[in-house]
């Protein structure tokens, strides 16, 4: 039985009490809600990958209150650092070396000696964290291989009995994954395209993101190869619209959607296109289109993730 209770400071109080019992509890973030469970404990990880139906060699995020956390868990180097200061709280996660005396469950970094760690900026996820007292190894809150939850009606269906409590905080507010980068040799390497658009981070190092291809550093496991599958096929790119197809719309829409159409932003506004992504792939998935099909949508900006993900829903 799944229980979706409004995120208020008691129900956050009792979701508490669930992780410190070993429990998963989903939650929201800015970027989509997250599956948590104690980071520390093998038993509680172990829950998620099998809830989530994820391979255990796809390592899993840890969630922390503040960058105090990054030094007690990591080696932060000096880009590391700067990043933080920057953007934490916020929506960007960073790889770092893992401590060897850190207090995280080894099941979580899947035999990898990195962490990828972020500390949110939502209200309900911070007041979560801070109850609990500790980090939180905290996933996407779906099904693994299927879009990312931006509400919790999205994480009950994705997940439903495998979650025994779901905070209810509303739509997230970003809409998309955090970014996901990663230092060393005074580089810093873009592993997952996010809520933090590339030229926010570019513009604080002064320096370029490099790409996994041009540096050593190895991809996030989980990027690799397609990730999101629908029911039914996705076509990019579309300047007209067949008869069969669903439309998923940006701007002015193009004429004769007759099955379904979601416009992701009539003003043309990647912003909102990024907070409605998810919801609307979802609903048009559930129409009875042979086919969704894609208006362009610029690369720039936050256009650059939202590509990332159709190309993957696509793929
Ligand atoms: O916005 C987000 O980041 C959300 C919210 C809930 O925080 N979480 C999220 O987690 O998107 P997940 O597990 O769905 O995606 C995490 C990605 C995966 O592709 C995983 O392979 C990668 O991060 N990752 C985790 N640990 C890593 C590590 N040590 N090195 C490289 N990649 C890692
Ligand atoms: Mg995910």
């Known amino acids: 039985m799944t229980r979706c209770l409004k995120a208020t400071h008691q129900h956050i109080a009792q979701a ?39 391979p255990r060699f796809n390592p899993l995020i840890v969630l922390v209150e503040n960058a105090d956390y990054a030094s007690k868990l990591s080696e932060v180097d000096d880009l590391s650092h700067c990043l933080i200061e920057s953007f934490w709280p916020g929506p960007l996660t960073l790889v770092l070396p893992r ?22 900026a939502h209200e309900v996820a911070q007041d979560l964290l801070h109850a609990f007292g500790g980090p939180l190894a905290a996933p996407s809150a779906n099904r693994s291989a299927k879009f990312s939850p931006t509400s919790a009606a999205h994480v009950a269906d994705s997940l439903g009995p495998e979650v025994p ?13 955090s970014t996901i980068v990663r230092t060393g ?46 029911r039914h096929p996705v076509r990019l790119n579309a300047h007209h619209v067949a008869a069969d197809e669903a439309l998923l719309a940006f701007g ?35 129409t009875p289109c042979t086919r969704i099909a894609v208006m362009p949508i610029p690369l720039h900006g936050l256009g650059e993730a939202i590509n990332d993900r159709l190309t993957r829903a696509a793929g």
């Open 16 to 54: 508490a009490e669930a992780l410190r019992a070993g429990g998963l509890v989903a939650f929201p973030t800015e970027t989509v809600y997250g599956l948590g469970a104690d980071a520390g404990s093998d038993a509680s990880v172990a829950r998620i990958f099998k809830a989530k139906g994820r």
């Open 99 to 120: 401590r060897a005396d850190a207090a995280l469950s080894l099941l979580l970094s899947a035999g990898h000696d990195t962490i990828a760690m972020r500390a949110p």
């Open 165 to 177: 409590l779901i905070l209810d905080g509303g739509p997230c507010p970003r809409g998309l994954e």
């Open 185 to 230: 040799g005074g580089n810093v390497t873009l592993l997952r395209p996010g809520a933090l658009p590339r030229a926010d981070i570019e513009a604080v190092l002064g320096q370029r993101l490099f790409q996994p291809e041009e540096s050593d550093a190895p991809p996030a496991p989980g990027q690799r190869g397609g990730h999101y599958s629908p």
């Open 252 to 286: 002015s829409a193009l004429e004769g959607a007759n099955v379904a159409l979601l416009n992701l932003s009539p003003a043309g506004d990647l912003t909102e296109a990024a907070a409605h992504l998810f919801a609307y792939l979802r609903a048009l998935d559930q």
